[in-house]
């Protein structure tokens, strides 16, 4: 006889709570997608050198022009998720967000970078992102040495898709005058 499993699927009210209860901690290394706590894939250098490296370029080429958010959650209410892209552009606030975390509203471009987390964040986030109302994510794909570019949400999944190589020019679509090459961003 198969015994059907149900999954109960956390709120991100509930999320909260668990970690203002204790229960899960910073050293917790989870993210709330789609309503699961999922452990997140350990950091390696190539993956650590190139978010730093994107944080640096934007900060310096776009100035007090935007927040960039690097490793922090933000949050979907709708889409039970609360994930902590890698890099995130923000519309400014003066707070910097200190009363509540940056909704799909706030973000102008969301980038993840992919070695071990290819799987899901091709899987799964892009999809969710897409849910969420993401205009624009950038996944930089470590071992292919490209940069995936997904421009308007269509449910789950973006209408415009392109992948770049290396030498190639990319500009975010919330700052079009910022002209930069995958090279840039991935050294």
């Known amino acids: 006889m198969a015994v059907m499993l149900r999954r109960y699927r956390f709120t991100v009210d509930e999320y909260d709570r668990l970690a203002q209860a204790g229960v899960l901690t910073q050293c917790d290394r989870v993210e709330l997608l789609d309503g699961e706590i999922v452990e997140m894939t ?7 050198s190139v978010v730093a490296r994107m944080s640096d370029v934007f900060a310096a080429r776009l100035g007090e022009r935007c927040i960039v958010w690097g490793q922090n959650p933000v949050g979907f209410r709708v889409a039970r998720s609360v994930p902590q892209p890698d890099v995130t552009l923000l519309r400014r606030r003066a707070d910097f967000y200190a009363t509540g975390r940056p909704g799909p509203e706030d973000v102008l471009l969301l ?8 799987e899901t964040d091709r899987g799964v986030k892009l999809a969710l992102y897409a849910r969420a109302g993401i205009a624009e994510v950038w996944l930089a794909d470590l071992g292919a040495d490209a940069l995936e570019v997904y421009r308007r949400p269509a449910g789950a999944e ?8 290396r030498s190639e020019r990319v500009s975010p679509e919330a700052f079009p005058d910022l002209a930069l090459t995958v090279a840039d961003l991935l050294g």
Not at 42 to 48: K, L, S, V
Not at 111 to 118: L, P, Q, R
């Open 158 to 165: 973006y209408a415009d898709a392109r992948v770049l190589g």
């Open 111 to 118: 980038v993840e970078v992919m070695d071990s987390s290819a």
């Open 42 to 48: 350990p950091i390696g250098d190539r993956h650590a």
